[in-house]
């Protein structure tokens, strides 16, 4: 099993996930799979701040990324128990 890194990905204010899906879209391009040292890059475009919610203040939002972190982690460690 390859070791992981997690980039997450965040909008600024009034944004949405999709301002940032051509910047996710080339990360997957220059470095999607698992690189030669046997390190994974995971994206994580984060969703749960968009719009309105952005003007929640930092604190706020920095937990619901944190939950969408949590929540990601969970798959795939749930995903690699079944390997």
Do not use: F, Q
Request: proline share 2%.
């Amino acid at each position: 099993m390859p070791d992981v890194h997690l980039l997450v990905l965040i909008h600024g204010m009034w944004g949405n996930p999709s301002h940032l899906a051509h910047v996710n879209k080339i990360i997957h391009e220059v470095k999607g799979g698992v690189e030669d040292s046997g390190v994974e890059l995971e994206v994580l475009l984060a969703e749960t701040n968009k719009d309105e919610s952005t003007y929640d203040g930092i604190d706020w939002g920095g937990e619901r990324v944190a939950e969408e972190v949590i929540l990601l982690t969970a798959v795939s460690n749930h995903d690699d128990s079944h390997c």
